[in-house]
């Protein structure tokens, strides 16, 4: 019996090593193509003499992309979005949870019902739009249209941190002649903030993940390393070291943020699952 | 008392809703589009009305597209449920190495899903790939991963599963974790064997937690684009122009703007109509387990 039981947890960890060798090898083999000198790159496999000049081509601009440009942009519209999704976002979170009223929960799943809606669906129609208005390539385009991944996330998360906390603590901070407005700025706010913190670096990863939207709005001026990193492949001469060091270049903030804050990411990712 | 002021919810809310408009008005003018003939060839277009539809319903190529689209949608939400449930029972065990890794599980989640098929186009590279020269000793040293219409489909549903396993997993883990453990106490007291604890105990309990994992994972897969965009445009021929892809070659490459919106439109009331029977199965489920609790 023990000797069975050990074999098959063995036999368990096993089968989790190989499924964690399908879920980090190709990060690890970007790593190996991303230092392998030109001349290298079709010949042998895993000896090579490592270099970074894929790393300063790509950071240096000398393919005619401009990489660090789109990395700034990148920053640019997606801690953009992030902001003015917070700055609308947590109180219509708040309002969701602290009152029921007519029409409350039809307008939350408005909402999130955004998050089903196919993106082209609204992109064709604001790429004509943002042509008229002068939007089109620029960071207040980009801003204003990564709300629809921002936003509804922001809103959903939030409600629930908010409904967490009992409405009594505000109530304490009335009685003792706060205003409404000071009760949710000293006593509400700072409660849930390690909340807004982990909302914000997850609504931040997914803006910077998007491809579409800055695929079709934007052209050069606004344009982000998603779509900047896929420029590496095109080309007559295939450039397997630029394109694995811009790849990963680009996957750096968000891989860092999501190790950093790890417990909390798989807390935002699941609350829809466990909290019904 | 005191949350009696009813105008203030709706003062809060405004702000978020106005910004939604700001989305929902390109949304509406899509649909107006599309009742017209709309294109860089026709800048001054005709209200055509309901031609565009009529014409998506009767070409080969939406009801192609379509199909490749469910097969996409099917073949990465099952794959991703059954490894994302394994994957979370096996680190539920909870060993020294489960508890390691599941430290890093979610990093595939967090790289952007075209940086991912970037990455695996990279690797699925016929004759420099390292995917064929790790298979050369078992003699697939040749697969044209990517240049076969099977092999495209399964390539894109591989990288799908490789970003997106992580999700269901995570759902599937933090599930496991909030089960009531006296059932398991008790079946562990009776002798249940592992394979009986788990058909009759884990998987009902669990399933309404793994079913929210399955839906999100379903409908995004429905409306896939930037993992099929960066791995395979759609091709080789058309073999994995999914719907989305289809509208975006209309729209943007053939600029036939109202046509292309009209593909969108109708891909986004299929996802609707799925949502909400998926939601209503999810409710029903839920309550079931509630009440089985």
């Avoid at chain 1, 393919?63 to 003015?84: C, K, M, Q, T, W």
């Avoid at chain 2, 939400?77 to 994957?87: D, Q, R, S």
């Avoid at chain 2, 883990?173 to 006296?182: E, I, K, V």
Wanted: charged content about 15%.
């Amino acid at each position: 019996m023990t000797v069975r039981k050990r074999l098959l947890g063995w036999l368990a960890d096993v089968a989790l090593i190989l499924y964690f060798v399908f879920a980090l090898f190709p990060i690890a083999w970007m790593v190996i193509l991303s230092l392998k000198p030109a001349n290298q790159l079709f010949s042998t496999y895993f000896s090579f003499t490592p270099t970074l000049d894929g790393y300063r081509t790509v950071l240096g601009d000398s393919e005619g992309i401009p990489f660090v440009r789109f990395f700034v942009n990148s920053l640019v519209v997606s801690v953009g979005a992030v902001v003015l999704s917070l700055v609308v976002g947590l109180p219509a979170a708040y309002a969701s949870a602290r009152w029921r009223f007519k029409g409350s929960e039809n307008l939350m799943f408005t909402l999130l019902s955004f998050r089903f809606a196919p993106e082209l669906t609204v992109i064709i129609p604001l790429f004509v739009l943002y042509q008229k208005l002068g939007l089109f390539d620029t960071y207040v385009g980009m801003i204003w249209v990564l709300q629809l991944v921002t936003l509804p996330l922001i809103v959903w998360i939030m409600r629930s941190y908010f409904a967490d906390l009992t409405p009594e603590l505000e109530q304490a901070a009335l009685l003792d002649g706060y205003s409404r407005k000071q009760a949710f700025f000293k006593v509400a706010l700072p409660l849930v903030k390690p909340g807004i913190a982990a909302v914000s670096l997850l609504a931040f990863i997914f803006a910077w993940n998007n491809f579409v939207f800055p695929l079709i709005l934007t052209s050069s001026e606004a344009q982000t390393v998603t779509v900047g990193a896929l420029s590496f492949l095109g080309g007559d001469r295939p450039k397997y070291n630029l394109t694995a060091a811009a790849a990963l270049v680009s996957v750096v903030p968000p891989l860092l943020l999501a190790l950093t804050i790890q417990r909390y990411l798989v807390r935002g990712l699941s609350f829809g699952a466990v909290k019904s | 008392m005191g949350w009696r002021l009813t105008l203030r919810p709706y003062v809060l809310i405004v702000p978020a809703l106005l910004l939604t408009c700001g989305i929902l008005y390109p949304f509406g003018l899509g649909l107006y589009y599309t009742l017209f003939d709309f294109s860089a060839s026709k800048p001054q277009p005709d209200m055509v009305r309901f031609e565009n539809y009529e014409t998506v319903f009767t070409q080969d190529a939406f009801w192609n597209s379509a199909w490749v689209t469910v097969l996409y949608a099917v073949g990465a939400a099952a794959v991703e449920t059954v490894l994302g449930v394994a994957v979370a029972l096996l680190l539920h065990r909870s060993s020294i190495v489960g508890r390691v890794l599941e430290k890093i599980l979610i990093l595939p989640l967090m790289i952007a899903p075209v940086i991912a098929a970037i990455i695996w186009k990279l690797m699925l590279q016929p004759s420099v790939g390292v995917v064929n020269h790790l298979l050369k000793p078992f003699g697939l040293g040749g697969v044209q991963w990517t240049d076969t219409p099977a092999g495209a489909l399964l390539s894109s549903i591989a990288v799908d599963v490789w970003v997106y396993t992580p999700f269901v997993a995570i759902l599937a883990l933090a599930g496991l974790r909030s089960l009531p453990t006296s059932p398991f106490e008790a079946a562990a007291v009776d002798g249940a064997g592992w394979w009986y604890t788990f058909r009759r105990l884990t998987l009902p309990m669990l399933w309404p937690y793994v079913l929210v994992a399955v839906i999100f994972r379903f409908m995004d897969s429905l409306k896939v684009f930037d993992i099929i965009y960066a791995l395979t445009e759609g091709g080789p021929g058309d073999s994995t122009v999914v719907l989305q892809i289809r509208a975006y070659l209309e729209a943007i490459r053939f600029q036939r703007y109202s046509f292309g919106i009209s593909y969108t439109i109708v891909l986004w009331a299929v996802v609707y109509l799925a949502a909400m029977v998926l939601v209503r199965h999810l409710g029903t489920i839920q309550r079931k387990a509630a009440e089985a609790k």
